[in-house]
Nanobody, 117 residues
């Protein structure tokens, strides 16, 4: 079992920055590809960024160059640094732990990010 707790969301003006954190607990966290997803009203949930236990990262095209995902394995925490935010980034952001080898996937409760002037 894995528990994920997100924090760091909020209201920010266009062009601003936020850093999201996801604290993970559980015996299999080290096996997980950790990711951030987002879901805007009326839209499907989409992948934002992922990071493997070895630090390899990947991003959806719309956030490349603006967002940075990182992982502190000692703290079992994943971060999403979001810069140059725009209103299209408004969504609930979810942390995900995907233990591919075990075919298990866990989600956090989500944190709201609102970009508005």
């Amino acid at each position: 079992q894995v528990q994920l707790v997100e924090s760091g969301g909020g209201l920010v003006q266009p062009g601003g920055s936020l850093r999201l954190s996801c604290a993970a607990s559980g015996s299999i966290v080290s096996l997980c590809i950790m990711g951030w997803y987002r879901q805007a009203p009326g839209k499907i949930r989409e992948l934002v960024a992922i990071v493997t236990s070895g630090g390899t990262t990947d991003y959806t095209d719309s956030v490349k160059g603006r967002f940075t995902i990182s992982r502190d394995n000692a703290k079992n925490t994943v971060y999403l640094q979001m810069n140059s935010l725009n209103p299209e980034d408004t969504a609930v952001y979810y942390c995900n732990c995907n233990a591919v080898q075990l075919r298990l996937s866990y989600w956090g409760q989500g944190t709201q990010v609102t970009v508005s002037s």
